[in-house]
């Protein structure tokens, strides 16, 4: 079946560096990839999202890249701080429904 | 704090036994997503309601049923439950069902089966 997955899972990274997740994806039929933030012990906190006709977006602190032509999505982190450390996952959807496709996750640690 | 609310925070029960699991989607928020996260299947859609009826099916076990109500709370509702069911199961809710329309979740309910 289709599916979105990511290639590390785990990124371990310096205080004020900036990081990098990727996620590889399958379906090019998706309108719409999002990276959403899992803590411990709490549910998937929305991060920033993409539509497929676009290749880049900036929020505070993110930027999401999207290359549709190897198929990959990117979340860039500006300066990372230890409050970033989580679990990020990549999840798409298409116009089909509007459920969500997630990837495996990535685990984000900051070190001090 | 997303808006999206659920109860209980955790249950723990037995095998064959059923229990129901409730949430209040973000006020103005028609549609009610279900998910289950375990570890070693992630995170996956179960089941979507929009305004009371039901509009997408995803890995949902017969065993499992949901429904939305009036007042647009969900509860989701697992049956005769085995000791794989245990997992994190979150609700999430968004205005509509257009993919633009973002999904913001719940707490999540930890479920245990002994």
């Known amino acids: 079946g289709e599916s979105v997955g990511l290639h590390l899972p785990t990124l371990s990274v310096q205080e004020g560096d900036n990081s990098i997740i990727n996620c590889a994806y399958s379906n090019s039929a998706s309108d719409y990839f999002i990276w959403y933030k899992q803590e411990s012990g709490k549910g998937p906190q929305f991060i920033i999202d993409i539509r497929s006709n676009m290749d880049k977006r900036q929020g505070q602190r993110v930027t999401v890249l999207l290359n549709k032509t190897v198929k990959h999505l990117s979340l860039q982190i500006a300066a990372t701080q230890p409050g970033d450390s989580a679990v990020y996952f990549c999840a798409e959807k298409n116009n089909a429904g509007n459920m969500l496709t997630f990837g495996g996750g990535t685990r984000l640690m900051v070190k001090p | 704090d997303s808006g999206v609310t659920q109860t209980p925070k955790h249950l723990i029960t037995a095998t064959g036994q059923r229990v129901t699991l409730r949430c209040s989607p973000r006020?103005?928020?028609?549609?009610v997503y279900w998910y289950q996260q375990s570890l070693d299947q992630g995170l996956q859609f179960l089941i979507q309601y929009y305004n009371g009826e039901e509009r997408a099916k995803g890995n949902i076990l017969e065993r499992f049923s949901a429904q939305q109500f009036p007042d647009l709370h969900s509860e989701l509702n697992l049956s005769s439950l085995e000791l794989g069911d245990s997992a994190l199961y979150f609700c999430?809710?968004?205005?509509?069902?257009?993919?633009?329309?973002?999904?913001?979740f719940g707490p999540g309910t930890r479920l245990t089966v002994l």
């Open positions: 999430a809710s968004s205005v509509g069902l257009v993919a633009a329309d973002t999904q913001y």
């Open positions: 006020s103005g928020d028609l549609s």
